[in-house]
């Protein structure tokens, strides 16, 4: 005796629907918690305008977060790329971030910012007394990323 299943017919689709949905979460999960940086004290930037003040500040990022860093060059097709202005006070401390261009991917924007506010204090421009720089943000689906700034390029 042979028992065959039978499936209504809406559910094969249902069920494609289903996975083409559940494709895309591992992306979008990658930026469901901002991760912990690994802060030390940072030492004074010496940069006396904003341009050069954001070396320091990518140079700040990316040491806080090492492990989220984009080895290479990274591919032509990116998940996210996000434009921030960062306003960081006398102290080093996050004054403000505000979104110049929103990723595509809207989980990415709120989890840049995260990072940027997670990793202060900055170092501080004791120059400037106060900078307020620009960056872009270079995510790939991974969850990793580079800075403009810092960029190894892209293919």
Known sequence: MSFALRLPRPLPALLLCAAAAMASL?????????????????????????????????????????????????????????ITETEVDGEGAIVDVRVLRPPAAPEVGPWVVAMIRKAAPFPPPARLGRAVYTDIWLVHKSGNFQLDTLTEGQN
């Open 26 to 82: 591992p992306a979008a999960a990658q930026f469901a918690m901002v991760p912990s940086p690994l802060l030390g004290t940072p030492h004074a930037s010496q940069a006396d305008n904003d341009k050069s003040y954001r070396i320091d500040a990518a140079r700040h990022l990316y040491a806080a977060y090492p492990m989220r860093i984009y080895k290479g060059r990274m591919p032509p097709l990116l998940y996210g790329v996000m």
